[in-house]
Every structure is written in structure tokens, then in C-alpha cells.
Nanobody, 119 residues
Framework: VQLQASGGGLVQAGNSLRLSCTAS????????VGWFRQAPGKEREFVAA????????NYADSQKGRFTISRDNAKNTVYLQIINLKPEDTAIYYC?????????????WGQGTLVTVSS
């Protein structure tokens, strides 16, 4: 199973970004998916999670309002939209699937995508 997060890059503060999480060798459309991030020098933290149907979402309290998780099961892809980016959003963003404990504990992790926000 290979999960891959993509869509990161260097952006200016105030702009928006949409990250994508896809999988090769399997489908993630039948699983819950979570997004996490790890800023330089900090521990990895939970950002958001979405149920397999997309009907249920969960956000870290600090992420509510600027982050939106969604999914397109036909495309086997989960998205994380971030608006009004801030320098403190700079981090490597990871997606994960195969939930162990909803919404923050997952078994399968992919390579992350780096988001760098300049002020």
C-alpha cells in the first residue's frame, strides 16, 4: 500500500492550497482517512479526518474554520483545503488510512508533502 500526499509548495501568507491524498495498489474509498502535519522541531499533530462515506468529519480545535477535508471516492482521493494560510502552517502534511481509533489513530501512512508559507 502506497499513500501519497501531494499539492504542497511555497505559498504566501493569505493564500489557499488544496492538498491531495491518493493511494496506489489499493482503494482508500472504503476507509476513513486522516490528515496530520509536523512542523519543524515539533511533534506530529492531528489536523482532520473524514469517514469512508464522507458524511462525518472531525477537526482539531485549532484547525476549525480554515481547514476543510473532503473526498471523491470515484477518484480514490481525499483532499485538504487550507485557506488564509499562515506562516505557522508551515509543515510536512501527511495522510493516513486504516483507522485504529477514530479520529486520530491510523495504521497506514504515506509520504508527506511540504507546505511552506512565507510572510
Amino acid at each position: 500500500v502506497q499513500l501519497q500526499a501531494s499539492g504542497g509548495g511555497l505559498v504566501q501568507a493569505g493564500n489557499s492550497l488544496r492538498l491531495s491524498c491518493t493511494a496506489s495498489g489499493r482503494t482508500i474509498s472504503s476507509n476513513a482517512v486522516g490528515w496530520f502535519r509536523q512542523a519543524p522541531g515539533k511533534e506530529r499533530e492531528f489536523v482532520a479526518a473524514i469517514s469512508l462515506s464522507g458524511a462525518t468529519t472531525n477537526y482539531a480545535d485549532s484547525q476549525k474554520g480554515r481547514f476543510t477535508i473532503s473526498r471523491d471516492n470515484a477518484k480514490n482521493t481525499v483532499y485538504l483545503q487550507i485557506i488564509n494560510l499562515k506562516p505557522e502552517d508551515t509543515a510536512i502534511y501527511y495522510c493516513a488510512t486504516d483507522v485504529i481509533t477514530w479520529p486520530t489513530d491510523f495504521r497506514s501512512w504515506g509520504q508527506g508533502t511540504l507546505v511552506t508559507v512565507s510572510s
